[in-house]
């Protein structure tokens, strides 16, 4: 069983900025050959692609809209995936959720939410203007 534990969330001003942290667990669990990656749901909307990393953080993905603004990385010591997310604006408000691609290729950062085994229970951001 693989466990996904966000933490970081909060009540932020918009133009603020935010560190979203992701914590991998489970026996015999492999992080170093998982892709992860982070998406969010905003109330009333789908859930929504935001970033990804593949197996070395060497290849990265972004969402459009958060492209310039979020940064993804991994410590794969530490089994952890971060999301700094700068310049927060109002529209970013969501329940942000990690996810993992177990035994993912290497040179694979999924952005489909269908490619992913494992996801966290989400971590709560508001931002007020």
């Known amino acids: 069983q693989v466990q996904l534990a966000e933490s970081g969330g909060g009540l932020v001003q918009a133009g603020d900025s935010l560190r979203l942290s992701c914590l991998a667990s489970?026996?015999?669990?492999?992080?170093?050959?998982?892709?992860v990656g982070w998406f969010r749901q905003a109330p009333g909307k789908e859930r929504e692609f935001v970033a990804s990393i593949n197996r070395n953080g060497k290849i990265t993905n972004y969402a459009d809209s958060v492209k310039d603004r979020f940064t993804i990385s991994r410590d794969n010591d530490k089994k952890t995936i971060y999301l700094q997310m700068n310049g927060l604006k109002p529209e970013d408000t969501a329940i942000y959720s990690c996810?993992?691609?177990?035994?993912?290729?290497?040179?694979?950062?999924?952005?489909?939410?269908?490619?992913?085994?494992?996801w966290g229970q989400g971590t709560q951001v508001t931002v007020f203007s």
């Open positions: 996810a993992a691609d177990e035994n993912a290729i290497l040179s694979v950062a999924p952005t489909a939410e269908s490619q992913y085994d494992y």
């Open positions: 489970g026996r015999s669990y492999s992080f170093t050959r998982s892709a």
